[in-house]
């Protein structure tokens, strides 16, 4: 069975028996995997088609762990109390226990997807890294989450404007958030530098590509 028959049927089987878990991580996935592969392609010139592909396919894949949080929790419409927080922050190991035995999940893709709530800081989780100890995909992935996050509509949130989540952003840079990242994505976002928006699936790509982009079409 190839990973993207596999990752359909884990798909399928997903959005039949979560379809609340799917509609969310589908729909955040997909955004920030544009966004990620865009960026990087615009702000990285040494970044290779592979890594581009697997920038992409860990923002994909970056929340597919909250599939093993519970309904209560991940859809609650308001703030999480403590212990449920710490049931949530366990999204980014459960989410490469998933993956880790798929063919194809690269050291990037895992990183990332481990990763991705790690802070510049320090403060982060789930191993407390640091700086540029954090891979560069990961903090990549961080920053689009966030601001895919600040631009989408959720049960307890409207979305805020392209402007006001460049503020909080441009807030987060040199806390959470690499700053030399953010400085090159709000250029990007307001307009300063021309930023094409990755389309899906290129049929000229070598084959580990092709493969990622069927996946992408059909996986979370
Ligand atoms: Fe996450
Ligand atoms: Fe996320």
């Not at 840079?173 to 928006?197: C, N, Q, R, W, Y």
């Amino acid at each position: 069975m190839t990973l993207p028959n596999l990752l359909l049927a884990f798909a399928t089987f997903r959005q039949k028996v979560q379809p609340e878990w799917f509609a969310h991580i589908h729909s955040h996935g997909h955004a920030a995997a544009r966004l990620a592969r865009s960026f990087t392609a615009a702000c990285v010139k040494t970044a290779s088609k592979t890594t581009l592909d697997e920038i992409e396919f860990g923002a994909y894949m970056h929340d597919i762990g909250k599939y093993l949080i519970p309904k209560e929790i991940l859809l609650k419409p308001g703030p999480l109390n403590e212990s449920e927080r710490e049931i949530m922050a366990l999204h980014p190991v459960h989410g490469v226990e998933i993956l880790r035995a798929l063919p194809y999940i690269t050291p990037t893709i895992t990183h990332t997807v481990l990763y991705h709530h790690e802070r510049w800081d320090g403060t982060g989780y789930p191993e407390g890294l640091a700086g540029t100890a954090i891979p560069l995909a990961a903090r990549t992935v961080a920053m689009v989450d966030v601001y895919t996050s600040l631009r989408a509509r959720r049960t307890y949130k409207s979305l805020l404007t392209r402007s006001g989540a460049c503020t909080i952003l441009r807030k987060m840079a040199g806390h959470e958030l690499d700053p030399s990242l953010v400085h090159d994505f709000l250029k990007l976002v307001e307009g300063k530098v021309t930023m094409k928006i990755a389309k899906p699936h290129d049929p000229d790509q070598i084959v580990y590509s092709s493969l990622i982009r069927q996946t992408l079409r059909v996986v979370l």
